[in-house]
Each structure stands twice: as structure tokens, then as C-alpha cells.
């Protein structure tokens, strides 16, 4: 079974500059998640989708921050514009959901430096 | 507000039992994980707990005290290879099933 696929695996802007990330999740799993790992701290959600529909983006910086999951299934998560504090590594989860079980399979992430 | 509290960082010797701990204060609390992520790399699925008591899994067992909001992470014959992050990390009833996670316990395992 295919894992959690996420690109690119490496990005380096300066800061103001836009960047995008793309995940495209485990077949079948219908909640994708979008997480925040800033270097030594535990990652921290910032958008929860379950199907194409938002279930959670409170954590989620709507002002240069913003997220899809067209048709259900992939999901791009952009930045614009990039501020110094957002470098930090991007980690797209996938799982069954509610009805299929808690557990989170993590993609390989996007370190994103800023600079 | 949520809060999630563990050890930053842990030294052992291979072979060794270690015992990494995990306290949090939350409402609405329906489950822990445990998760491993090597530098690197994406965090792993070790554990997860929804009732008290232990459960054991190979090298790994993990303990839940649902009175207590407390957890521990019992990792025995150390090898090097199990040096990493270790992340403790909530369910909660309001938040659907996004995870909440603590800073993670770096574990160092030496020869």
C-alpha cells in the first residue's frame, strides 16, 4: 500500500515570496491533515479536511495562509506571503477517519526555510 | 487551555529499559498516541490508548491513567536505532480526530 505522498521535499524562498505544497494521501482515507512542525516542538495542526469539506482550520493563519482538497482527494496548502517564522517542516496526515479508526499516517513533509 | 507535558530529552544505554513520561491536562480527552520520528523524518504510529491500563506491543508497551492524565511510553531492550523523538499526542471529543500534540522526548541510546 502506497504511503502518504508529499512534494516538494525541500523548498528555500526569501521571505514575502509564495510557495506551494501538495499532498496526496493514502487511497481511501477520507480526512487529510495539514500540520505545522516548527524545529524541537511537536507538530501542530493547522487544517483538518474530512472529504473536500473544512473541519477544523482554527489554527490556520488565514491571512497569508490557505488550503484545498479538490474532488477529495489531493490537497495543496499555500503560503502568501512567506514570513520568516514560517520556516518549518509541513506534514500532510492521512486516516479512515470517524468511522475507520484514529490513526495518522504522516507523509515525508516539506522543510520549508525562509529566508 | 490544552496542555501536554514530557520530558525533553532522555539518555539510556542499549539494552536498558527506559521510561518516557507524558502528563496532560485537557477536557474533553478521548485517546493517546504515542509516535516515533527519527530525525528527519515523518512520525511513526507506536501506540494508542483510549482505556486505562498497559498495552504491549513487541519491545514497546504504553500505559494510560485516565484519572491521573498520565501516560508513559516503556521501550525495553534499547537499541541504537531507537534513537529518536518520541511524541506524545491527544484525541479530544471537540476536535474531531486531529491530533494534539506535546514537544516530543528526544531519546538518545548509547553503546
Known amino acids: 500500500e502506497a504511503g502518504v505522498a508529499q512534494s516538494p521535499r525541500y523548498k528555500i524562498i526569501e521571505k514575502r515570496q509564495s510557495v506551494a505544497f501538495w499532498c496526496n494521501p493514502i487511497?481511501?482515507?477520507?480526512?487529510l491533515y495539514w500540520y505545522q512542525q516548527i524545529l524541537g516542538q511537536g507538530p501542530k495542526l493547522l487544517i483538518q479536511?474530512?472529504?473536500?469539506?473544512?473541519?477544523?482550520d482554527s489554527q490556520l493563519p488565514k491571512d497569508r495562509f490557505s488550503a484545498e482538497r479538490l474532488k477529495g482527494v489531493d490537497s495543496t496548502l499555500k503560503i502568501q506571503p512567506a514570513k520568516l517564522e514560517d520556516s518549518a517542516v509541513y506534514l500532510c496526515?492521512?486516516?479512515?477517519?470517524?468511522?475507520?479508526?484514529?490513526?495518522?499516517?504522516f507523509g515525508p513533509g516539506t522543510r520549508l526555510t525562509v529566508t | 487551555g490544552q496542555n501536554i507535558d514530557q520530558p525533553t530529552e532522555m539518555t539510556a544505554t542499549e539494552g536498558a529499559i527506559v521510561q518516557i513520561n507524558c502528563t496532560y491536562q485537557?477536557?474533553?480527552?478521548?485517546?493517546l498516541f504515542w509516535y516515533q520520528q527519527h530525525a528527519g523524518e515523518a512520525p511513526t504510529f507506536l501506540s494508542y490508548?483510549?482505556?486505562?491500563g498497559l498495552e504491549e506491543k513487541g519491545r514497546f508497551s504504553s500505559f494510560l491513567s485516565r484519572s491521573k492524565g498520565y501516560s508513559y511510553l516503556l521501550l525495553k531492550e534499547l537499541q541504537m536505532k531507537d534513537s529518536a523523538s518520541y511524541l506524545c499526542?491527544?484525541?479530544?471529543?471537540?476536535?474531531?480526530?486531529?491530533?494534539?500534540f506535546g514537544k516530543g522526548t528526544t531519546l538518545s541510546v548509547s553503546s
Open positions: 496526515a492521512s486516516s479512515l477517519g470517524l468511522q475507520g479508526g484514529y490513526e495518522q499516517y
Open positions: 485537557t477536557s474533553g480527552f478521548n485517546g
Open positions: 479536511f474530512q472529504n473536500n469539506g473544512v473541519v477544523d
Open positions: 499526542a491527544v484525541i479530544l471529543r471537540q476536535a474531531g480526530t486531529a491530533l494534539i
Open positions: 490508548n483510549v482505556l486505562d
Open positions: 487511497s481511501g482515507h477520507a480526512t
